[in-house]
């Protein structure tokens, strides 16, 4: 009996073995593939000057830890063979530029491999990918536009999970148009890909706004309502359209949906212009949430000409006794810009020195 068990154990042991050295060989043998098939010939093509640079500086990292060769090394010591087997190889700086179709099934491959990370847009892995990525493909409309095309079709999966904020850093004035006409053709997740694209690469333009304002008027999905807030853009916003924006905040500042309401009263409390909206952000001071009170205490600063006795008591109340200890500290920070009598400045300090 004891010798069947050993037996099967044994079985089992070797079996998982067998599975690990296959999936790290087929990490191994995809993850070089990008770099070398796709990124590095066009950098070879861009900068032929460059591959004694490379090599030395891949030298020290490669230095770092003589006791063997890490997984990370050892990717390295691939693509430096792979990168002079493909100079030795190529006659001309017009062979080393492969083909479209197999750049994206390559470069498919190995987003496909950075969503089965467990932390994809934090690893090392990434973070080289993303630097290449941006070196190259983000300079090339062609290219950049079938990554754009490739995102939209993979909507909602993790391999969009990793392109969002890939494709969200390129400078490339081609992804504002993308994510413009994203929000203005799209709906549902097409629409919140293309405002969240917005909050990242949006220039702040006339038409950025006005899109996401479009949004905010019309759009009748909480979640795409909840992005559009954030693709506000950071300027300031006057005359016609603040009122728009004020309005719209107003709308939604006593919603049933937390994370909706929290964006209106904050939206509300930045832009507000009369004190008849202003009493919105008031009411949320009692709100059941606590990510809504300090969204209230945050609208709340900067207006303190609006603030009556009793809204300055509320404030001390929630400094002193909020559960939220973030939302403590942050009504102690409004009502320090106010205007206090010297015993309600004695009261705060005391409550901030606890």
């Not at 460059?50 to 693509?79: C, I, V, Y």
């Not at 950075?114 to 934090?122: M, N």
């Not at 109340?317 to 810009?337: C, M, N, Y």
């Amino acid at each position: 009996m004891t010798k069947r068990v050993l037996i099967i154990g044994f079985s089992l042991l070797l079996t998982c073995g067998l599975i690990f050295l296959w999936l790290y060989g087929d990490l191994l043998e995809a993850l070089p593939r990008l770099h070398n098939d796709i990124l590095m010939p066009m950098t070879l093509t861009n900068e032929p000057d460059q591959t004694s640079s490379d090599n030395k500086s891949a030298s020290p990292e490669s230095s770092e830890k003589p006791q063997g060769k890490s997984f990370h090394q050892k990717l390295d010591s691939q693509k430096t063979l792979r990168r002079n087997r493909q100079l030795d190889s190529a006659p001309n700086s017009a062979s080393r530029i492969p083909d479209n179709d197999q750049d994206m099934a390559n470069f498919k491959g190995i987003i496909a491999s950075l969503s089965e990370l467990e932390r994809p847009a934090s690893s090392d892995l990434y973070e080289r990918f993303e630097s290449l990525f941006l070196d190259n493909i983000q300079h090339d409309d062609t290219k950049l536009s079938e990554v754009l095309n490739y995102l939209v079709e993979q909507l909602g999966s993790s391999e969009a999970d990793v392109l969002i904020p890939l494709v969200g850093r390129a400078s490339n004035p081609q992804v504002e148009s993308f994510a413009i006409k994203q929000v203005e053709v799209g709906a549902g997740d097409e629409a919140v890909l293309g405002l969240e694209l917005l909050t990242r690469v949006g220039t702040g333009s006339d038409e950025h706004l006005e899109t996401v304002l479009s949004v905010l008027e019309n759009s009748g999905d909480k979640e795409v309502l909840r992005q559009g807030f954030y693709a506000l853009p950071q300027r300031e916003i006057v005359g016609r359209d603040r009122e728009r924006l004020v309005q719209v905040s107003a709308n939604y500042a006593m919603d049933r949906d937390v994370r909706l309401r929290r964006r209106a009263v904050e939206t509300l409390g930045r832009w507000v212009q009369d004190h008849q909206r202003f009493l919105l952000v008031l009411e949320n001071l009692d709100a059941d949430w606590a990510i809504v009170r300090l969204a209230a205490v945050n609208g709340v600063l900067g207006h303190g000409e609006w603030l009556d006795s009793e809204a300055i008591e509320k404030l001390f109340r929630i400094a002193e006794t909020d559960p939220a200890r973030f939302v403590r500290q942050q009504a102690s920070k409004a009502l320090e810009g106010l205007a206090l009598t010297p015993t309600q400045r004695e009261k705060l300090e005391s409550i901030q020195n606890r």
